[in-house]
């Protein structure tokens, strides 16, 4: 069983930063596949990016050159560097995780998910 808990969301203007964090506790998190999702509302959960436990990255190709995914294994934490913010990056960011995972950009192999921080993007 893994607890995730995100933190970092907020209110910022476009072409703004943020970063996202999500701590993660359990047995052997450290050795968990990361990923972020985003919801916006009246939208389906979308998956951001992804990171192994090697460090193997992946990103939506919407947030690819902007984001970037990082995972520190001895705090037991994966980050979201969010760069050059839009608008459109608007949503509840969740947090997820899982052992093993054949699709990492597929929502539904994650069997783990922190509550969701909303960041929102001014325009």
Not at 12 to 31: D, E, I, T, Y
Not at 73 to 91: C, F, G, I, S, W
Request: proline content about 2%; glycine content about 8%; overall charge positive.
């Amino acid at each position: 069983q893994v607890q995730l808990v995100e933190s970092g969301g907020g209110l910022v203007q476009a072409g703004g930063s943020l970063r996202l964090s999500c701590a993660a506790s359990g047995r052997s998190s450290s050795s968990y596949v990361m990923a972020w999702f985003r919801q916006a509302p009246g939208k389906e959960r979308e998956f951001v990016a992804a990171i192994t436990m090697s460090g193997r990255t992946n990103y939506a190709d919407s947030v690819k050159g902007r984001f970037t995914i990082s995972r520190d294994n001895a705090k037991n934490t994966v980050y979201l560097q969010m760069r050059v913010l839009k608008p459109e990056d608007t949503a509840v960011y969740y947090c997820a995780a899982d052992l093993i995972v054949a699709d990492l950009r597929e929502a539904s192999k994650y069997d783990y998910w922190g509550q969701g921080t909303q960041v929102t993007v001014s325009s």
